[in-house]
């Protein structure tokens, strides 16, 4: 094969060899060690070059990948990786992505492309619905939820201090009334950098305490201070797996006659209100203004996927919309750049659509509550071999303490290939954060991950 211009034979043949590594790389997905060998590591070197002088082969560059690319891979996409909240594609999803990479759609507008502005649109309110937000809200897809977090607030900064008689759209912040902004003692590091980014600033939030679970404590909350608000809430504690108590919190935030706005970060933890035996965990989720949560952790769905959601779009569209002459904005036509800070963009909606229209409610709510119920398990199975578990598993997170060489067994642990768990600090110890969140992980794969854990802290 030449390195030129392919012809359309060459073309063929070269996706004919990447489906096939890539079906060979699933294949062995589940069977492979979970962590790669270090030596696979190592051998990244030899990707690591000066930039080639002359043209290659493409099929020379792909068996490159393949051969040094795939065994140097984490398995974070197999059944037995338990590390931080991610979940594998769905094999939908994977089959979408193929086909939607060759189409190479810009989803920046419907005149860019129809099938993609219009997925979009679909899958954001698909999601919109089995989360139970309240119809007619609105948003767009964006690279995760530090990003969906980042606009929902510059949102909400927007429009308290629109209500206060300030335009932030064109004067920005400099002279702008101040806000007062609130956030939970165990918010995810995320909110801080959005706040940062928004000019809100990382640490000028007042911090309200949380209980055992990182729930902010309802009972003990301060008097609204009489300044525009933004009270920021999280569904999900990255750790516990545990959401605020939305119900009092947002009954409190709405007292004040200034101008407020509720968000709510729920990267994973909204997506228990997709599960009815979970959507108590999230009640009264509904009563914010805007959320964040993602579609490349729990739905199963690739990255980069991650989902910003508003009460009112206009809200977002009066923040985030771009004009310009050649910019054509069809009525009636959704165009997904005026709701999220990017223009040119990948079409996100595509893998997040056929995810769903493959899974449907019932399945979205299966995948849920089944690795909530695995979660339960594996912190069973662990119990009964006399390991603690220190949170109460109510989601899919289990937090396990890890004896007297915490270090030692976690190195252990994800060495030796059967599963991989990261870790995380609950009063003040290292502990294990097993978090299930995978479409492919069985109970056996489970009981296996546990025999592990255990052979790991014991050792
Ligand atoms: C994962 C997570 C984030 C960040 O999400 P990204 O998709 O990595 O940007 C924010 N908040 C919570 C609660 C999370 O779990």
Known sequence: MS??????????????????RARRYIQELADRPVAPAPESVADLTALDTALPQHSVDPQTVLAQLDEIGSPATMASAGPR??????????????????????WDQNAALSAMSPVAATLDGVAVRWIADLLGLPAGCGGGFVTGATMANTTALACARDRVLAEAGWDVYAQGLVGAPPIKVYVGAEAHTTIAKALGLVGLGRDRAEVLPVDDQGRIRATDLPSLEARPTIVCLQAGNVNTGASDPFVPLIEWARTTSQPCWVHIDGAFGLWAAAAPERRHLVAGSEGADSWATDAHKWLNVGYDSGVVLVRDPAHLQASMGATASYLPN??????????????????????AWAVLATLGREGVAQLVEGCCQLATRMAGRLTEAGIEVVNDVELNQVLVRLGADPEAAVDRLQTGGVCWAGTSERDGELVLRVSVSNWSTTSEDIDVAAESIVAAIRA
């Not at 030129?4 to 996706?15: F, K, P, S, Y």
């Not at 990786?81 to 060759?102: C, D, I, K, N, R």
């Not at 165009?335 to 963009?345: A, D, G, H, L, R």
Request: glycine residues 10%.
């Open 3 to 20: 390195s030129d211009r392919l012809t359309l034979a060459e073309h063929d043949q070269l996706l004919v060899e990447a489906a096939q």
């Open 330 to 351: 069809v009525a009636g036509q959704r165009q997904p750049m005026q709701y999220t800070p990017q223009s040119s963009q990948r079409a996100r909606g595509v893998e």
């Open 81 to 102: 990786y338990f590390g931080f909240v991610t979940g594998g594609t769905h094999p939908s999803g994977l089959a979408a992505a193929w086909l939607a990479s060759a």
